[in-house]
T-cell receptor, first 114, second 114 residues
Framework: AQSVTQPDIHITVSEGASLELRCNYSYGATPYLFWYVQSPGQGLQLLLKYFSGDTLVQGIKGFEAEFKRSQSSFNLRKPSVHWSDAAEYFCAVGARDSSYKLIFGSGTRLLVRP | EPEVTQTPSHQVTQMGQEVILRCVPISNHLYFYWYRQILGQKVEFLVSFYNNEISEKSEIFDDQFSVERPDGSNFTLKIRSTKLEDSAMYFC????????????FGPGTRLTVL
């Protein structure tokens, strides 16, 4: 069955520090992979996506993610975190079936220390 | 920039009552989705809708739930007889078409069942 695991429930980093959020997926074929961000009281905003090709993808707000097939991972990174990055981050895999539904991980809440 | 809108932002209802959550997807999009997020939990797929019919539904989407696109612009989720466990944030999403693209999410409707 398709699933997404985000092993870190909370992560706290200092402003200016680097960030890596982990995501592992289980899917039978090459997946479509996404990272979404949710600020408090807001909807889900797409940060970046991977469909095929270059395994390092760039997104908005200075985020990037690397697809590693051998590790079934799609970790999100940012070299220097800003206070405004504090939010909940969701990794998702897109099912390649009739509905193209998204299957989400449990999310990682990012706290940023001043 | 076009966006998905949802109304109301917050709905409070008594157990057993019917609720209708409304969404206006992006105008040229063809696939529509409802997801829900129980407080503190992951975002879960409920149903996908294409060409005026359900293309896939999850186990959560039982006979109490229905979806409709009544007028070519609105996309509604009806819960016939609400239960306490239906309390959640409900997200509508849409995507452009037959080739897979990112899903654009609305801001959500917070449903509270008392």
């Amino acid at each position: 069955a398709q699933s997404v695991t985000q092993p870190d429930i909370h992560i706290t980093v200092s402003e200016g520090a680097s960030l890596e959020l982990r995501c592992n997926y289980s899917y039978g074929a090459t997946p479509y992979l996404f990272w979404y961000v949710q600020s408090p009281g807001q909807g889900l905003q797409l940060l970046l996506k991977y469909f095929s090709g270059d395994t390092l993808v760039q997104g908005i707000k200075g985020f990037e993610a690397e697809f590693k097939r051998s590790q079934s991972s799609f970790n999100l990174r940012k070299p220097s975190v800003h206070w405004s990055d504090a939010a909940e981050y969701f990794c998702a895999v897109g099912a390649r079936d009739s509905s193209y539904k998204l299957i989400f991980g449990s999310g990682t809440r990012l706290l940023v220390r001043p | 920039e076009p966006e998905v809108t949802q109304t109301p932002s917050h709905q409070v209802t008594q157990m057993g009552q019917e609720v209708i959550l409304r969404c206006v997807p992006i105008s040229n999009h063809l696939y529509f989705y409802w997801y829900r997020q129980i407080l503190g939990q992951k975002v879960e797929f409920l149903v996908s809708f294409y060409n005026n019919e359900i293309s896939e539904k999850s186990e959560i989407f039982d006979d109490q739930f229905s979806v409709e696109r009544p007028d070519g612009s609105n996309f509604t989720l009806k819960i016939r007889s609400t239960k306490l466990e239906d309390s959640a944030m409900y997200f509508c999403a849409s995507t452009p078409g037959l080739t897979y693209n990112e899903q654009f999410f609305g801001p959500g409707t917070r449903l509270t069942v008392l």
